[in-house]
């Protein structure tokens, strides 16, 4: 609470992956007044209180983008951008938050700093607080605050591996060339298991195909895992993908907990695989009961809406 009225927060301008809107309705019932506006709404995730509907041209762009912060600055308490975007040109946009003593956060979500340089990242250090999702992300960004992708896990039921001798293998490649996904066929290749291969389909279809699977592998390249990886965990499957083991490590020192994913690369896969498929039901029921407790620990949104409702009165005003 703030001055005895809630705690106003503008979440903007993007709605990656439906991150954002995920945590501005977790925030709503801390009694925070969130809201998510964006420049455009998403075909995958429309979800915004406002869009501003940005459409072409840099003159009406920024008119429609200056008009969107005039409004917002008397209303709002703490801007918490997403995605390393700003309502406005960053060298602008904080120094006039700076100006109306307005708090602010830059939320990174991952693909917007992997590989990046630390003088393309610099904008982000004007903010009140940088945020990352994993003790992976902070070797692009040091010094930030890790809070994890929080998923709303009330609305995601478990359904265990199925007793069944030939496992469902599913594999959900945004891009096969980042997944990896050429070494998930490979690995598959020989042994007795259907490979499912999920893309090009809406979030409700996908997460229908990972119901049904009795082993996910995730990624082969990133080094921690993304939200489909969390939505399997929280289904109660096992999950296998690469992962740093500096980040492991922090990881489970920062939560008191062991990271039940299977950690792979590209050239033990087959293996780990071959192994899995070899142990049985049993053993993939283990593991993805390991899995759900883990996100119920580490991901549950509701746990995540206390870490920024923490972060925000800690920001300097």
Known sequence: MHNSRPLRVVHCPVNT??????????????GIDASL???????????????LDLGTGVVRRQTKQWAALASLLPR?????????????????????????RKRSVMHYLGTDIRGKTPEQLASGKKAGA?????????????????IPPGIDL?????????ERKRPIVVHAPSSRLRKGTEHVVAACEGLDVELRIVEGVRHDEAIAHYREA??????????????????????GKPVLTFLRDDAVQR?????????????????????????????GPPEWRRIGQLSRAYVERVHDVERIADALVELYESLPR
Request: charged residues 20%.
């Open 17 to 30: 992956a439906g991150v954002p809107w995920t945590n501005v309705l977790a925030l709503r019932r801390r």
């Open 37 to 51: 506006v964006v420049f455009n709404r998403y075909a995958l995730h429309p979800e915004a209180d406002r869009s």
């Open 76 to 100: 709002t308490d703490v801007f918490h951008f997403v995605f390393g975007l700003t309502l406005v040109p960053q060298s602008l946009q904080y120094p006039i938050l700076r100006a109306f």
């Open 130 to 146: 940088e945020v990352v999702g994993s003790w992976d992300a902070t070797r692009w960004v040091p010094g930030a605050t890790v």
């Open 154 to 162: 009330a609305a995601i039921t478990p359904a265990p591996p199925a």
């Open 214 to 235: 009795d082993i996910v592998v995730d990624q082969l390249n990133a080094g921690w895992y993304g939200l489909l990886a969390i939505e399997c965990l929280a289904l």
């Open 251 to 279: 990881t489970e020192e920062a939560y008191d907990t062991q990271v039940p994913l299977v950690g792979v690369t590209a050239e033990t896969l087959r293996d780990r695989l071959a192994e899995l498929v070899a142990a």
